[in-house]
């Protein structure tokens, strides 16, 4: 399993951009998920980056999470209104899988509610996701080139500039 912590330091680039979207949307990401009948449905969301962890949890009995328990695959997408990603966009590909820790739920609910004022102290949480991040990929505008850098677990990352002609060069 590849953590939020693990992928940050392996992909520095790529998980800043993400830090920096994911906090200029107010955390707003969109999820892609396989719907039983093998259709992809892309859906709202605000994962939380806690305690080293990339976590997906949601208001319960969502169709995305009833997908997430038939097919744990996704794509996290960073929200964008920018067609000119001005500011960067980023992909995370993964899997989830349910923890049930009563105590790790606990402090996810005292930390959200003591950075969002949002509360759901005391509450459990059915399902309640931590991210296996298996590839992530960015698109960043730097001195008005587009570059795009990909990461897979156990390899660098490959940043690949595209060009106005738009046949990507390796840098």
Same mark, same amino acid.
């Given at each position: 399993?590849?953590?939020?912590? =693990?992928? #940050? @330091? $392996?992909?520095?680039?790529?998980?800043?951009?993400?830090?920096? *979207?994911?906090? #200029?949307?107010? @955390?707003?990401?969109?999820?892609?998920?396989?719907?039983?009948?093998?259709?992809?449905? %892309?859906?709202?969301?605000?994962?939380?980056?806690?305690?080293? =962890?990339?976590?997906?949890?949601?208001?319960?009995?969502?169709?995305?999470?009833? +997908?997430? $328990?038939?097919?744990?695959?996704?794509?996290?997408?960073? $929200?964008?209104?920018?067609?000119?990603?001005?500011?960067?966009?980023?992909? %995370?590909?993964?899997?989830?899988?349910?923890?049930?820790?009563?105590?790790?739920?606990?402090?996810?609910?005292? +930390?959200?509610? #003591?950075?969002? !004022?949002?509360?759901?102290?005391?509450?459990?949480?059915?399902?309640?996701?931590?991210?296996?991040?298996?590839?992530?990929? &960015?698109?960043? %505008?730097?001195?008005? *080139?587009?570059?795009?850098? #990909?990461?897979?677990? !156990?390899?660098? =990352?490959?940043?690949?500039?595209? &060009?106005?002609? $738009?046949?990507?060069?390796?840098?």
């Amino acid at each position: 399993m590849t953590s939020w912590t =693990e992928f #940050a @330091n $392996a992909a520095p680039r790529i998980s800043t951009i993400f830090t920096r *979207r994911h906090a #200029a949307t107010g @955390n707003l990401c969109m999820l892609a998920t396989l719907r039983k009948d093998g259709f992809p449905r %892309i859906s709202p969301l605000e994962p939380r980056i806690f305690e080293g =962890e990339l976590w997906l949890v949601g208001m319960p009995g969502t169709k995305k999470f009833a +997908d997430l $328990a038939h097919d744990p695959r996704f794509c996290l997408h960073t $929200a964008t209104v920018d067609t000119q990603v001005s500011d960067g966009d980023v992909k %995370i590909f993964g899997t989830v899988h349910d923890v049930q820790d009563s105590e790790l739920q606990r402090r996810w609910a005292e +930390d959200l509610f #003591a950075e969002s !004022g949002f509360d759901l102290r005391g509450r459990k949480f059915e399902p309640f996701y931590a991210v296996d991040i298996t590839g992530a990929s &960015s698109v960043e %505008i730097v001195d008005g *080139r587009m570059e795009v850098t #990909a990461w897979k677990p !156990g390899q660098s =990352e490959h940043v690949v500039e595209v &060009s106005d002609e $738009a046949e990507p060069a390796t840098t």
